[in-house]
C-alpha cells in the first residue's frame, strides 16, 4: 500500500527529478471527512492535492489557490436515476521558473473544477496570476474544458491535440499542454495508463 507513502517524492525518484513540489488543495479524503488545505498542514497529514516534477534546476516556485463553486451542483454518478448535489472541491495550481536547456521558463500543472461556468474563471485567474511570469511559459494539466475554449480563455496555443477522455475510448480532450511565447517544435501523444479515466498526455520537445 502506498497510501501513507509520499508520492510525489517516490515519482521524482523514479524518474531522476532533482526538484519536485506536491501543493494540498484538500486535507483529508476527497468524498469523506476533509477540509481545504492552506498550505500549513503537518507534513504526515492525509492530503489531496497537485505535484510538479522537474529534472532541471528550479529558480522559484509559485502557487496559486482556486476558490470551489460556491453552492452545491447536481452530479450524476453510475447507476443513479437523478443527479445529486455535491459541494465542489477547492482547487489549486503550482509553477515553476526553471533553468532549462533553452534557459528560463514556466511551467504550471493545474486541475480545475468539472463545473463549466467556474472553470473558466479558475482558468482566467490562473492566467492572470502569471502575467509577469518568465516566457516561455507551459501550462499543463486537467482542464475539464475542450481545446478551443482553453485556447480563448488563455491566448495560448496547444502543443498536443489527442482525446483523452475517458481512458479507455476517449471521445473529448479535456486535459491540454498550452504554449505561451517559443519553444522548439514539439510531438505529442496521448498514453492510456492503469492510473487514471483519463489517458495522459506527454509532449517531447
Known amino acids: 500500500m502506498a497510501s501513507e507513502a509520499d508520492l510525489t517524492a517516490l515519482a521524482a525518484e523514479a524518474m531522476g527529478a532533482q526538484e519536485h513540489r506536491f501543493v494540498a488543495a484538500l486535507s483529508g479524503v476527497p468524498g469523506a ?16 492535492g497537485i505535484a510538479l516534477l522537474s529534472r532541471y534546476p528550479v529558480r ?22 437523478r443527479p445529486e448535489l455535491v459541494r465542489d472541491e477547492p482547487r489549486v495550481a503550482v509553477a515553476a521558473t526553471i533553468e532549462g536547456p533553452h534557459g528560463l521558463m514556466t511551467v504550471v500543472d493545474v486541475h480545475l473544477a ?12 490562473v492566467r492572470d496570476s502569471l502575467a509577469t511570469a518568465d516566457r516561455p511559459l507551459v501550462l ?66
Open 140 to 205: 499543463m494539466g486537467d482542464l475539464n474544458m475542450e481545446p478551443d475554449r482553453a485556447v480563448r480563455i488563455t491566448g495560448m496555443r496547444p502543443l498536443v491535440s489527442e482525446l483523452t477522455f475517458p481512458a479507455d475510448a476517449p471521445r473529448s480532450q479535456l486535459d491540454h499542454v498550452l504554449l505561451d511565447g517559443e519553444l522548439p517544435p514539439a510531438t505529442g501523444r496521448a498514453v492510456e495508463l492503469p492510473l487514471s479515466d483519463h489517458r495522459a498526455l506527454v509532449v517531447d520537445l
Open 114 to 125: 468539472f463545473v463549466e461556468w467556474w472553470n473558466g474563471r479558475q482558468l482566467a485567474r
Open 33 to 48: 471527512t476533509w477540509m481545504a488545505a492552506d498550505g500549513n498542514e503537518q507534513p504526515d497529514s492525509a492530503a489531496y
Open 60 to 81: 522559484a516556485w509559485h502557487t496559486v489557490r482556486l476558490a470551489p463553486v460556491p453552492v452545491r451542483v447536481p452530479m450524476w454518478f453510475t447507476g443513479s436515476r
